[in-house]
């Protein structure tokens, strides 16, 4: 038996930390900032870096919903924080109207695009709909570019181009809701007060993938959805937009942000990158990852001991000495457990914390699931990643 079989489960939260609802996490408090639009014009970039550093640990991540982190906050220095962020209009009316307005949108949207307006239309009536209470971790993702890129973004409703149009699916779904644009942003909101009615938000928590296990969707849900396409990773590297570039780990220096700005705006997407607006290259950054082919791509970890209190080992300093053993292809997750924040889709690989820098091994899975080698110790594989791929 293993050191996770015999240990309690790792706590979940069931919502995700905001601004004016942080959560406390081993280096502090992890304070979540919601970019109207998910873009930062370069003011806000650098008084969001000027924060992190007067009130946090000066470490700044990048969330798998395009939201920016500013970690190890002081308890005490977040009423400055709170008041730091109104100054920059980067802080809703209150913590109720900051949770509802969980929203994922394309990064590759233009001004005035169909994308952009649906985007405000839905912030707006998100931020008025006070008596919508809704789950914690529940969002909604815009996506109506000629080529879908969210469609591995978690989300629970999804307004997408389909066959025809623009669709309004709920996640899981087979089939949607022809809108226009007009009046996607309202029937969004409609089918989000379905999903309470039907029971999908029991004792305040569910997802909306989960509620189409046992339920069909609307009876006026009757127009196929697009196939979901395989999508190849996003890489760094120039766009049509701007440079994408990645975060190691999704994690920076506040100091690389404040850099950052005097470069371009920022707009944050859901793979641990940025797109910096109207360039094309970046002279080299602590924290970046400019070259697509750097072995760091192909691995992710989460926060790690000690930093997050669930976790049971350190992630990221092994994760850094196994990246060039992962096979071109394929992808490592090391989580420090059971709860895989890092990656909760399944991976090629995953090395999951146990305690004492021991490690289960579990291939083409997730954190939780049943290992395959167990009590892998940090040392074993760095001097035998071969470990990892052994008589696969």
């Known amino acids: 038996m293993t ?10 939260y069931g919502w995700c930390p905001g601004a004016l609802r942080p959560m406390m996490s081993g280096d502090g408090l992890v304070v979540r900032v919601r970019a109207p639009l998910g873009r930062l014009t370069a003011e806000q970039t650098r008084g969001l870096a000027e924060l992190s550093q007067r009130y946090g640990s000066g470490l700044v991540d990048i969330s798998a919903r395009a939201n920016l982190q500013l ?33 994922t949108l394309t990064p590759f949207w233009q001004a005035g695009d169909v994308s952009h307006l649906i985007a405000l239309d839905l912030a707006a009536a998100l931020t008025e709909a006070t008596d919508l209470k809704l789950p914690g ?14 469609t591995d973004t978690a989300a629970d409703i999804r307004i997408e181009r389909g066959p025809d149009g623009l669709l309004l699916r709920a ?31 029991s004792e305040g928590r569910g997802r909306m993938h989960q509620l189409m296990t046992r339920r069909t969707p609307p009876a006026v849900h009757v127009a196929a959805a697009p196939g979901a396409p395989r999508l190849a990773p996003q890489q760094p590297g120039a766009t049509p937009f701007g ?36 360039i094309d290259s970046l002279p080299p950054l602590p924290g970046l990852i400019l070259d697509a082919t750097d072995p760091r791509l192909r691995v992710s970890a989460c926060t790690g001991a000690p930093g997050c209190p669930q976790a049971r080992a350190v992630t990221r300093e092994l994760a850094r000495d196994l990246a060039a053993a992962v096979p071109a292809g394929q992808h490592l997750h090391i989580s420090g457990c059971t709860k895989g924040c890092a990656h909760p889709r399944p ?14 091994l579990i291939r083409n899975g997730t954190a939780a699931d049943h290992p395959l080698n167990t009590s892998l110790s940090a040392d074993a594989l760095r001097a035998a990643p071969d470990l990892m791929t052994e008589g696969s």
Not at 173 to 196: I, K, M, N, Q, S
Not at 269 to 277: S, Y
Request: aromatic share 6%.
């Open 3 to 12: 050191d996770q079989a015999a240990s309690p489960p790792p706590k979940v």
């Open 171 to 201: 996640d899981g779904a087979d089939t949607g809701l022809p809108v226009t644009a007009e009046a996607a942003a309202g029937e969004a909101l409609a089918l989000a007060r379905w999903f309470l009615d039907q029971g999908g938000a």
């Open 137 to 150: 971790k529940f969002g909604f993702a815009v996506d109506c570019g000629a080529a879908p890129v969210l």
């Open 347 to 360: 991976a090629d690989l995953v090395l999951t914390a146990t305690g004492d820098d021991q490690f289960d």
């Open 71 to 103: 970690r190890g906050i002081r308890e005490e220095a977040h009423a400055g924080l709170i008041a730091g962020l109104r100054d920059l209009g980067l802080l809703d009316e209150d913590a109720g109207a900051e949770a509802r307005r969980n929203i």
């Open 243 to 278: 440079l994408l570039v990645a975060l190691e780990f999704g994690q920076m220096p506040a100091r690389t942000l404040a850099k950052l700005a005097d470069h371009g705006a920022l707009r944050l997407t859901p793979w641990r990158m940025l797109l910096v607006e109207g």
